[in-house]
């Protein structure tokens, strides 16, 4: 029987559909060998990719640290800088269209301040014969780049002389709030880091002590955990933060700080690593490494702790937002971090009375920075649950 020819009607229609169809089952095939091949950790990659949200998450916590990194070039003016013509000048709204013409560039109005002479309230109104155009890697206030080089180089900003750029309004001494919240998230978010790297330490070494050994070691240290939480979390963290003298250094109170957060948080990470080497240790691989002469500590560092090292890493994600939260707290109520250390729970610190809720909404901005970082960690941290164990 002869064989149809490949430029025969139909033919190539007919043949030209199974062609994908091949190839499509080609590389399930290649990918369902390479799941049985592959690593634990590019097994828990494939599943935590899956998790869209954790991904959004991951993106978020990205972004937010690259700006704390970097928090001086994207924050339009210094910190510290008093605007006195605008000491509580609200947000100013990002406009488009000027009398029916479209820009492609935003720009802001100009600022007409007025007080009304009844309840003697300072009033910002927008003065619409004034146009200024935001820039990208605009020419600003000096610097110093992480205290090593001088620059005056900012990622946003405006260029016009005596023009005003506040994207969040200012403070009761004209600071602007969008670069004190950037710059206040350089502290906000490596409290998390700092702290959980101690936590890390103490909750491996004494959780593995604990469940590797037992006995009356095991005994002591749960009682110590127990101990400690047993206290309330907010009373416990004021006490020991009135403890630090009001002459230290906002360095050594940014440090003293967070070795408190640290000698409190690492109670449960210690808990989930006694547990697990419970389980562990009298497995075949920890006995042979025994036989074959490992010491005690190089079978916990070595072969043990690396088993679970997926669960420790969810842990110490969903303990970071704790520790975010702690500070903030602390800073907020006034015995944690203090002026002129900038954090979110500093900024949020103004805010505390009713008067400049209704009237100032604005400065509550640095507790909706908060909310963001912490549910992006929460969410890191479920993705991360989710994959840690990528075989079921």
Known sequence: MALPKANAPGVRERFGALVPRFGRERREKQLDESYFVASQWRLMWRKFKKHRLAMAA??????????????????????????????????????????????????????????DPKSLRKITTENRDEKFFIRFFVRGDEYKMWGLWTMDLHFIGVEEENAKLFLFGTD??????????????????????VGITMSLVLGLLLGGISGYYGGAIDTVIQRIIELLRSFPSIPLWMALSAALPLTWSPIRVYFGITVILSLIG???????????????????????????????????????????????????????????????????????????????????????????????????????????????????????????????
Request: glycine share 8%; hydrophobic share 50%.
């Open 266 to 392: 690492w109670t449960g990470l210690a808990r989930i690593v006694r547990g697990k080497l419970l389980s562990l240790r009298n497995e075949d691989f920890a006995t042979a490494a025994i036989i074959s002469g490992c010491r005690e500590l190089t079978v916990i560092t070595r072969h043990l702790l690396p088993s679970f090292m997926s669960h420790i890493i969810v842990s110490i994600t969903l303990a970071i937002p704790n520790m975010i939260l702690a500070e903030t707290s602390l800073s907020f109520l006034g015995v944690g971090l203090r002026p002129p250390v900038t954090s979110w729970g500093v900024l949020l610190k103004e805010a505390q009375n009713i008067r400049t809720v209704v009237l100032q909404p604005w400065l509550l901005l640095p507790g909706v920075f908060v909310i963001i970082a912490v549910l992006a960690f929460n969410f890191v941290g479920d993705g991360a649950r989710d994959a840690a164990d990528p075989y079921t």
């Open 172 to 193: 009761r001494l004209g600071r602007d709030m969008f670069s004190r919240i950037i710059i206040g998230s350089r502290i906000s978010l490596s409290v998390g880091l």
């Open 58 to 115: 991951t993106v978020v916590i990205a972004l937010f640290y690259l700006v704390a990194i970097f928090a001086e070039f994207f924050a339009p003016y210094d910190y510290q800088l008093r605007h006195t013509g605008y000491v509580f000048a609200p947000p100013q709204r990002i406009h488009f269209f000027d009398k029916g013409k479209f820009y492609i560039r935003p720009f802001v109005y100009g600022m007409n301040r007025s007080i």
